[in-house]
């Protein structure tokens, strides 16, 4: 098992930056793949980011060119760096992990709040 947690989330005004971080702990060795996903009330949780082991990284069309997402593969830990923040950006995000040769998230952690005031 897995265990992820997020911190960093808070209130912020547009144009504004925050930086999210999500630990891992527990049998880390399996994971290859780490990520962030957000949610807002009454929508599917939908992609932000997510990044491999080997630092392969893929990010959501409304995301890129804001926000960074990097690893520090020795802490097991990944980071989002959310720049330039919009309104539109507010949601609970929430750290994902995948096993080696999974195609799904396995592990989820609690989910941290990000608002952002026009």
């Known amino acids: 098992q897995v265990q992820l947690v997020e911190s960093g989330g808070g209130w912020v005004q547009a144009g504004g930056s925050l930086r999210l971080s999500c630990a891992a702990s527990g049998s880390i060795f399996s994971i290859n793949a780490m990520g962030w996903y957000r949610q807002t009330p009454g929508k599917q949780r939908e992609l932000v980011g997510t990044?491999?082991?080997?630092?392969?990284?893929n990010y959501a069309d409304s995301v890129k060119g804001r926000f960074t997402i990097s690893r520090d593969n020795a802490k097991t830990t990944v980071y989002l760096q959310m720049d330039s923040l919009r309104p539109e950006d507010t949601a609970v995000y929430y750290c994902?992990?995948?096993?080696?040769?999974?195609?799904?998230?396995?592990?989820w952690g609690q989910g941290t709040q990000v608002t952002v005031s026009s």
């Open positions: 990044i491999t082991r080997s630092r392969r990284i």
């Open positions: 994902n992990a995948a096993r080696y040769g999974s195609t799904k998230a396995d592990y």
